[in-house]
């Protein structure tokens, strides 16, 4: 069993930058593929950006490529979602999930075992 809890999410305005983290608990953690979704009002949960269990090998939505950088500490049982240039089409909340790593498709939200509750990231124009 892992508990996820995001925080960092908040308002900013476009061009600005936030960093999610997500704190995880449990002895296992750096066994789980470490996903970001997000969900905007109105809208399906999409696929953000995912990590490997070692942070070696990274994945990002065409959406968000070049401005999101997502990143693992396994010593600390956290991973990051650093965001940069945002734009306002990227409010959302956005969820950390992890995975137990069965999945063939780690862009699919139904790869992913535990998600966390969630933080708010609203970007103004």
């Known amino acids: 069993q892992v508990q996820l809890v995001e925080s960092g999410g908040g308002l900013v305005q476009a061009g600005g930058s936030l960093r999610l983290s997500c704190a995880a608990s449990?002895?296992?953690?750096?066994?789980?593929?470490m996903g970001w979704f997000r969900q905007a009002p109105g809208k399906e949960r999409e696929f953000v950006s995912r990590?490997?269990?070692?942070?070696?090998?990274?994945d990002y939505a065409d959406s968000v490529k070049g401005r999101f950088t997502i990143s693992r500490d396994n010593t600390k049982n956290t991973v990051y979602l650093q965001m940069n240039s945002l734009k306002p089409e990227d409010t959302a909340v956005y969820y950390c999930?992890?995975?137990?790593?069965?999945?063939?498709?780690?862009?699919?939200?139904?790869?992913?075992?535990?998600w966390g509750q969630g933080t708010q990231v609203t970007v103004s124009s």
């Open positions: 999930a992890a995975s137990r790593g069965y999945a063939s498709d780690y862009r699919n939200r139904y790869a992913y075992d535990y």
């Open positions: 449990g002895r296992t953690f750096s066994s789980y593929r």
């Open positions: 990590t490997s269990s070692s942070g070696g090998t990274t």
